[in-house]
């Protein structure tokens, strides 16, 4: 089943992206800072997400843990 279609799998793609975008903006920020407009747009505030919400992304990525082990 696609991505889009299961609930659960749309929020471990944006999670992963979320993370994903963040370790690159901390690795390489020029590579993620240059692309601030149009659909690289989206990685940039994915990396602005992750950084201003990091708590909260982390709570997200260890309950979507639990719950793709439990279930």
């Not at 659960?8 to 370790?23: K, P, R």
């Not at 659909?39 to 994915?46: A, D, I, N, T």
């Given at each position: 089943m696609s991505a889009l279609f299961n609930f659960?799998?749309?929020?471990?793609?944006?999670?992963?992206?979320?993370?994903?975008?963040?370790?690159?903006?901390a690795q390489a920020p020029a590579l993620i800072d240059r692309n601030k407009t149009g659909?690289?747009?989206?990685?940039?505030?994915?990396a602005r997400i992750?950084?201003?919400l990091s708590p909260y992304v982390a709570i997200a990525c260890i309950v979507m843990a639990f719950q793709l082990i439990m279930y």
């Open positions: 659960q799998s749309l929020m471990l793609v944006i999670l992963l992206t979320i993370c994903t975008c963040t370790y690159l903006r659909v690289m747009g989206l990685f940039w505030k994915s992750g950084e201003r």
